[in-house]
């Protein structure tokens, strides 16, 4: 994955620029004045509110005091033949073939060391992983990430006096990456406690301690750089960013607040040469505690849901609805009997607040996943150009399916009826027929109207239209014929609508598509 870790590069860079930029700034720092300009009046000196204040000599008293509560932890998993590995942070991977001269002995020797390495008859190969962790309870309990130990056979813990205990699994989400373990020791351990991430300040000290590459109790500071961050890592994304080094190994370590509590749990970071350029990923507390709580409790986590496919309100889209500004998730479908079709949610409304609470697109998975099931919350939605205020019943997220029926396609039983250029946009349009269905494995009573071509570089192409995609709605209206698309066109137009909606269906799901609107699109 492109989010690994490792670091040293950063403070050689640093030096750098200060060695190739300090002649200029000196040059730079005694301009010389314009002819017959105003003398610049005197200004004050710039200072810092509690300049100095926040500014630590050395975080020794804090490092010391911490380190007893970050552990090691080390995993062993068996690998079979044709299996892949790839958990962990720092794993022994399958050796690579050296260049040797062709036709060598060595070359010989090495291909077939290889192959017997992957024939279906060779025994199974011990993987062994290094991660990192922290104890949050003197009984034991200890946190961190679930890539770190998922799947493994054997999970160990190394303390700081190098005690090593046996540890086992009690409960760990894919979905936020969190593990929580437990290890029984004749005496309390030393633990830490959460903080409050909400709090955190970009600009803010903060201490990540772990073991990169192995190297145990290793303590490295920076700020918080940003919050909020979404990384694509999975549908609740809301990292912090810090320039603390992150490496190797440091996966399931703390994040400190200089008031020595956990404020985030370090997970991955940014490497597009694989050593760390200082752009790090904590989930934070304020997410990850709830999560941890339940892992402890049942093992498992349960999460709120609603039923709905959303995304942003991009300002194309707003200018399309007639909003007047870009805020909210758009829903994109709506799931049958859930509890959003029971409260008889419709696609193409827009949710702009949760229990009176603003929200967006990125936010509304994470807020509604914290509710619990069964619970009554009031979402404020944008409707045709109305206000509503919708009481809903929140559910349980259903588990994720892995198995699909497989179903026979139905035959073909009448050709395609032409097809519509949609001018201006770069794409054509067709009926949807039973032909269109069967070569696109579309589901029998599909309805909509067919995207049949696409133009190279056009605003389709540019929005990721293709051949096979299917527009079930236009500005919110149904459309099953290329003269229903193009009527709600001509309309979207005699409103004098700089943008037009199109409610696009494809193999990943549905989508609003905007489009700015030409004059006389379609024929």
Same mark, same amino acid.
């Given at each position: ?12 860079? $640093? !030096? ?22 105003? $003398? ?367 179903? $026979? ?15 201006? !946009? ?65 309309? $979207? ?31």
């Amino acid at each position: 994955m492109s989010f690994r870790a490792a670091a040293f590069s950063r403070s050689c860079l $640093a !030096m750098g620029l200060v060695t190739a930029l300090g002649g200029y700034a000196a040059r730079a720092a005694d301009p010389v004045p314009a002819p017959n300009a105003a $003398a610049p009046a005197a200004t004050a000196p710039l200072r810092l509110p509690g300049e100095g204040r926040n500014m630590p000599d050395s975080f020794a008293d804090l490092a010391a005091k911490l380190l007893p509560a970050v552990v090691n932890v080390s995993t062993t998993e068996m690998v079979r033949p044709g299996e892949d590995d790839d958990d962990g942070d720092d794993g022994d991977n399958t050796p690579q073939v050296p260049n040797f001269p062709e036709g060598s002995p060595f070359e010989k020797f090495f291909h077939d060391f290889m192959n017997r390495q992957d024939s279906p008859n060779a025994p199974p190969r011990k993987m062994q992983a290094l991660g990192s962790g922290f104890i949050i309870d003197p009984s034991g309990v200890i946190v961190t990430n679930n890539h770190v130990v998922r799947h493994a056979d054997q999970i160990t813990i190394t303390l700081q006096d190098n005690t090593v205990l046996k540890a086992r699994l009690l409960g760990h989400d894919d979905r936020t990456d969190l593990a929580v373990l437990k290890v029984d020791s004749p005496k309390p351990l030393p633990a830490v406690p959460f903080g409050d991430s909400d709090h955190a300040r970009v600009g803010d000290w903060v201490l990540a301690i772990g073991n990169p590459f192995g190297l145990s109790g290793t303590v490295t500071a920076g700020i918080v750089s940003s919050r909020g961050r979404n990384i694509e890592q999975g549908p609740y994304d809301d990292f912090i960013q810090t320039d603390a080094p992150i490496n190797k190994g440091n996966s399931g370590g703390p994040l400190f607040n200089l008031h020595g509590e956990v404020i985030g749990i370090n997970t991955a970071i940014f490497s597009p040469s694989g050593g760390s350029i200082g752009i790090g990923f904590s989930i934070p507390s304020a997410e990850a505690q709830g999560i941890i709580e339940q892992l402890r409790r049942h093992g498992r986590v349960t999460r709120g849901w609603i039923g709905v496919r959303i995304q942003d309100v991009t300002q194309e889209i707003a200018d399309g609805l007639g909003l007047t500004s870009p805020h909210g998730a758009l829903i994109a479908g709506v799931e049958p009997k859930g509890p959003a079709a029971v409260a008889h949610l419709q696609t193409g409304d827009v949710i702009q607040s949760l229990n009176g609470k603003e929200i967006d697109g990125r936010a509304l998975p994470r807020l509604v996943a914290e509710l619990a099931g069964g619970s009554v919350a009031h979402l404020g939605i944008w409707r045709k150009g109305q206000q509503m205020n919708v009481a809903i019943t929140i559910g349980a997220l259903p588990e994720e399916k892995t198995d699909k029926a497989d179903g $026979a396609n139905p035959p073909a039983k009448k050709p395609a009826q032409g097809s519509m250029a949609i001018t201006g !946009m770069g794409f054509t349009v067709g009926d949807l027929d039973d032909i269109a269905r069967q070569k696109y494995n579309m589901a029998e009573g599909q309805k909509g109207v067919l995207v049949t071509g696409v133009t190279d570089d056009s605003p389709a192409a540019e929005r990721g239209l293709r051949p096979g995609d299917v527009v079930t709605e236009v500005q919110q209206s149904a459309v099953n014929t290329p003269a229903d698309l193009r009527r709600q066109l001509d309309t $979207a137009r005699s409103q004098h609508r700089k943008t037009v909606l199109f409610l696009v269906q494809n193999s990943d799901g549905l989508r609003w598509v905007p489009f700015p609107l030409p004059d006389g699109a379609g024929h």
